[in-house]
């Protein structure tokens, strides 16, 4: 048991760790860790970061939550992937939203009859503001360990400052990451067992988690696909991140390669999440399979950042 000690001064609550298992390389010491404190300042959203958002309505849209596919659950708003798995041993978050919208996927998880308090982990797949801008609260109001990949804690810890492609254009409340996780790495929650893989490019410390999901003995491997996009980063002499392009094309690969049934996104249009719940809603019970669905996402990522790639290297040589 270890006392998050701001949180304790905010609330008065212990925060008990899971009963998990985790590799001796993915501890960490989290003692007087001033990151915590991001609850106890005011946070103000940007005004770039209003307006990001409301550029974007559907990550605030409300969605009613409801099962994908065994214990794997959607409650997220209806344009950002927030998903629950439970196991008896108790439950874990992957991701949390833009800045305050933690209580539309705390509602969420009420509606389904799921206790906050019985949610033990909160993973992220990357350290942006419209995944990790509700963790710190959900993290308080839930008592749940942060787990994430350590590329990205040094981001989530200063809540979004410092970015290597958006600087501090969107910040969020920092997050108290309890514990890191590095590729291949294996949480065991119980009988519950998720798989971190790195998939850097997005981020230094996108992560893809797998996990599998069982009804009725079929048994199917869930996928959290992280992004894989680019949007409007520099790809060529990036100061910041020398190793982005060959990170991306790690991350193509390693995607496209993953035992994949059911495809799931932080974005769901990534792996046309939406179009597929349609169809089963219309009578197809597997329309959310779809063995091929991380390939095809990979596929074309990798041939949307090659033509970025290739436009940005022309232009780099005519500068010349």
Same mark, same amino acid.
């Given at each position: ?142 008592? =749940?360990? #942060?787990? $994430?990949?350590?590329? &990205?804690? *040094? %981001? ?6 410092? @970015? ?88 193509? =690969?390693? #995607?496209? $390669?993953?035992?994949? &049934?059911? *495809? %799931? ?6 792996? @046309? ?48």
């Amino acid at each position: 048991m270890r006392l998050l000690i701001a949180a304790a001064l905010l609330c008065g609550l212990i925060v008990q760790s899971a009963r998990a298992q985790v590799p001796a390389s993915g501890q960490k010491n989290t003692a007087n860790n001033p990151s915590w404190t991001g609850l106890q300042k005011p946070f103000r959203i940007p005004a770039s970061e209003r307006k990001n958002i409301a550029n974007h309505p559907s990550w605030t849209a409300p969605q009613k939550p409801f099962r994908i596919y065994g214990n794997t659950w959607y409650v997220g708003p209806r344009g950002l992937g927030v998903f629950l798995v439970t196991a008896r041993t108790g439950n874990v978050l992957i991701d949390g939203g833009v800045p305050g919208y933690a209580p539309l996927i705390e509602a969420n998880i009420r509606d389904l009859g799921i206790n906050l308090h019985d949610i033990k982990w909160i993973l992220n797949s990357h350290a942006h503001s419209d995944h990790a801008g509700g963790m710190a609260r959900l993290a308080h109001d839930t008592g =749940a360990q #942060v787990i $994430a990949n350590a590329a &990205d804690t *040094p %981001l989530l810890e200063r809540g979004g400052h410092d @970015d290597p492609e958006y600087g501090d254009g969107f910040p969020y409340p920092p997050v108290h990451v309890a514990r890191t996780m590095t590729d291949g790495e294996i949480l065991h929650l119980g009988d519950l067992v998720l798989t971190a893989h790195s998939t850097p490019g997005h981020t230094k410390g996108n992560t893809t988690w797998t996990w599998t999901s069982c009804e009725d003995q079929r048994c199917l491997q869930m996928v959290d696909v992280g992004s894989l996009s680019a949007p409007d980063y520099k790809l060529i002499g990036n100061p910041k991140y020398s190793a982005i392009v060959t990170d991306y094309e790690h991350s193509f =690969a390693l #995607v496209a $390669a993953l035992p994949c &049934d059911i *495809p %799931l996104a932080p974005h769901p249009e990534m792996v @046309d999440f939406w179009e597929r719940v349609t169809k089963r809603r219309q009578g197809d019970a597997d329309a959310l399979i779809d063995p091929a669905g991380c390939r095809a996402y990979a596929k074309d990522a990798r041939a949307s950042f090659e033509a970025q790639l290739t436009k940005q290297a022309a232009e780099a040589t005519s500068v010349k």
